[in-house]
């Protein structure tokens, strides 16, 4: 079954745009959500992580938006630029099990046009 | 460095051959794990390991196998290859005690079966 279920799988956006990407959980348990930046040909690299006891977290022009309620969170890209291109994955796991354990979403290419 | 290795980078076998893909962290991380990237279903984990001797099935363990002998090493092991695992091959690494679940991952395996 999928956990974390990301949307959507593929955008387009023009450059200096914002970009979008979206992601729902079904496990309460889960307390550590993290974004994950993958380039062709390279393995995922983390980008930036949310915790739920906050509502939003920006660095730079990436910002997440976390709706603990409806279980879902967004990843949002200001000024969207050609370098930005590549696949996200969303993320979640049970930090404090200490596992190590994440389950990942099915990942959106974001393709930004110049 | 700190960085996690993968070799090869790029294998096309034949179905029934057995092959091993090979993963090394110079980090000293305790949690490693392997993972499939299919499009549209993301990454999933197929097995992982907790520490030496230590592994455990992730969440599509069927038809591979993995050993923990040495701390730096995790390598896969398909003993009888055959087409539906053709994927793109991750292996990652992360410290336990974080809480985090930030993990680096290799620069990838594109396995082929035919």
């Known amino acids: 079954q999928q956990q974390v279920k990301q949307s959507p799988q593929s955008l387009i956006v023009q450059k200096g745009g914002i970009s979008i990407i979206n992601c729902a959980y079904e496990?309460?348990?889960?307390?550590?959500f993290p974004w994950y930046q993958q380039f062709p040909g390279k393995g995922p690299a983390l980008l930036i992580a949310i915790r739920p006891d906050v509502s939003e977290k920006k660095e730079g022009r990436f910002t997440i938006s976390f709706n603990k309620s409806a279980k879902q969170f967004s990843l949002h890209i200001m000024d969207s630029q050609p370098g930005d291109s590549a696949t996200y994955f969303c993320a979640a796991s049970i930090g404090s099990s200490n596992t190590g354990k994440l389950i990942f979403g099915q990942g959106t290419t974001l393709q930004v046009k110049p | 460095e700190a960085q996690v290795t993968q070799n090869p980078r790029y294998l096309i076998t034949v179905t029934g051959k057995k092959l091993t893909v090979t993963c090394s962290q110079n980090m000293n991380h305790e949690y490693m794990s392997w993972y499939r990237q299919d499009p549209g279903l993301g990454l999933r984990q197929i097995y992982y390991s907790m520490n030496v001797e230590v592994t455990d099935k992730g969440d599509v363990p069927e038809g591979y196998k993995v050993s923990r002998k040495e701390k730096r090493n995790f390598p896969l092991i398909l003993e009888s290859p055959s087409p539906n695992q053709t994927s793109l091959y991750f292996c990652?690494?992360?410290?336990?005690?974080?809480?985090?679940?930030?993990?680096?991952f290799g620069p990838g395996t594109r396995l082929t079966v035919t």
């Open positions: 496990n309460t348990a889960f307390d550590y």
């Open positions: 990652a690494s992360t410290p336990l005690g974080t809480g985090e679940g930030e993990q680096y």
